[in-house]
């Protein structure tokens, strides 16, 4: 095994439990954070994004509580995550990003492949809680779920 670097050991840990969930089985057990993979139970990557009109974070997103990061029909997402927060109780802020968002400043190698489906959920901690491919449509019926999943792992931080 190739010698790791401390990017990867600092930051790049990939969370499997009951608090995250994902479709996909787990390919490594840390992530470089550099290469903006989006792999569900690692960080979310640092992307530059406006915050109340002054430079900010996609890290600071979950300040108050989760963040749903999505690139396509942030109205029919909202109306799914008020739906999501009356059921759980908890804040979620929907931010809508573009594409060019998710490339801007990404370490590219020959191995960096940056998946992303059509949203992303962020927990409190800053790590990918679920990811979907789905259309806003049909995974809001999902999201729903997926915080009861995620919110009833013992030991999920709220």
Do not use: C, K
């Not at 990557?45 to 300040?63: A, E, I, Q, Y």
């Not at 960096?112 to 901690?125: I, M």
């Amino acid at each position: 095994m190739p010698p790791l670097d401390d990017a990867s050991i600092e930051l790049g840990a990939v969370y499997r439990s009951a608090a995250v969930r994902s479709d996909r089985p787990p390919e490594d057990e840390l992530d470089d954070p550099r290469l903006r993979s989006w792999t569900v139970g690692a960080r979310v990557p640092h992307l530059p994004v406006p915050l109340n009109g002054r430079p900010g974070s996609t890290l600071d997103l979950t300040r108050s509580g989760f963040a749903l990061l999505v690139t396509e029909h942030p109205q029919a997402w909202q109306r799914a995550v008020d739906d999501a927060e009356f059921a759980s109780g908890h804040p979620i802020v929907v931010r809508h990003l573009q594409p060019d968002d998710l490339d801007r400043g990404r370490v590219r190698t020959s191995e960096s492949v940056a998946w992303w489906g059509s949203a992303a959920l962020v927990r409190p901690d800053g790590a990918i809680a679920w990811q979907t491919t789905a259309s806003a449509g049909q995974a809001a019926r999902h999201l729903r779920g997926v915080l009861t999943q995620i919110l009833s792992a013992p030991g999920t931080p709220v």
